[in-house]
């Protein structure tokens, strides 16, 4: 294990209108790591991440980022070292761009290709992402016309493009039908056995979402956190039943996936 951490982050909170939205949080990841961010809706997951992927600065606390510290870096440049996918970023691409040229837009930490110059080795590097989460054949089609599954996937290949450090990923599976939830969690299930991403952080609602191979899990509610580490001692039973309020039932399979189901009235067991 690395001696400096991937991302380190200290009495982080976040206020809007008055109100503390997340924080205070400590978190550490070491490179190595693989972590499932889990909570219900408004328990700041979303927000947690942008803060990570430096796109959010926090209210109190201390950001350090591949060893960089929030405020004491340009953040531009340590973004080309962070992947980082979210419905909110998929909002903000053109739809009609081709995914190949989406994805190249990583390159430069960019949005789109206006303003920067690329050539054949920037396609080919592109298109070899793409294939890599299956969807080479899209290449050449327009971000508008694909599914919600295939741009979830172009999205991915997009922030894996520059070869980062760290990849975070908020809800790659949100809005997918089964056939095309379980070929994506196979996808994050290979990247996690992976020597890069040095670290990776998947945001779900859902265990069943969470890939074979998750190291760590942290569990949220309120903006607090419930539980963190190892997934065999922060993903239990009581944590979760914690965290999304009622009582909770969790059972780990033997191919590392997980599945969960409510209890009624009965309490639930770690």
């Given at each position: 294990m690395s001696p400096d951490p991937i991302v380190r982050l200290s009495g982080v909170a976040v206020h809007r209108s008055g109100a503390t939205i997340l924080g205070p949080v400590d978190w550490t990841?070491?490179?190595g790591e693989r972590w499932a961010l889990l909570g219900p809706n408004g328990s700041g997951k979303t927000?947690?991440?942008q803060v990570a992927a430096t796109v959010l600065w926090p209210s109190a606390g201390?950001?350090?980022v591949?060893?960089?510290?929030?405020?004491?870096?340009d953040a531009r440049e340590l973004r080309r070292r962070v992947g980082y996918a979210s419905p909110a970023l998929a909002m903000q691409m053109d739809p009609s761009l081709?995914?190949?040229e989406l994805v190249m837009t990583a390159r430069d930490a960019a949005l789109?290709?206006?303003?920067?110059?690329?050539g054949e080795a920037d396609r080919a590097r592109a298109?070899?992402?793409l294939d890599r989460l299956a969807v080479g054949e899209l290449a050449d089609r327009r971000f508008g016309t694909l599914s919600t599954g295939e741009r979830q996937r172009v999205q991915i290949a997009r922030a894996l493009l520059p070869d980062p450090d760290l990849l975070l990923l908020d809800e790659p599976a949100a809005g997918l039908d089964l056939g095309a939830r379980e070929a994506l969690v196979a996808s994050l299930g290979e990247l996690a056995g992976a020597i890069r991403p040095a670290a990776v952080v998947l945001v779900t609602h859902h265990v069943e979402e969470i890939p074979a191979g998750t190291t760590h899990a942290l569990l949220l509610r309120g903006g607090r956190s419930v539980s963190a580490g190892p997934v065999a001692t922060a993903l239990t039973a009581t944590g979760l039943s914690e965290a999304f309020g009622m009582a909770l039932r969790l059972d780990a399979g033997d191919d590392g996936r997980f599945h969960a189901r409510a209890l009624g009235d009965r309490r639930a067991r770690g």
């Open positions: 990841i070491h490179r927000t947690l991440l201390s950001v350090e591949l060893g960089q510290r929030l405020g004491a870096v081709t995914a190949v789109a290709p206006w303003w920067h110059e690329y298109r070899e992402m």
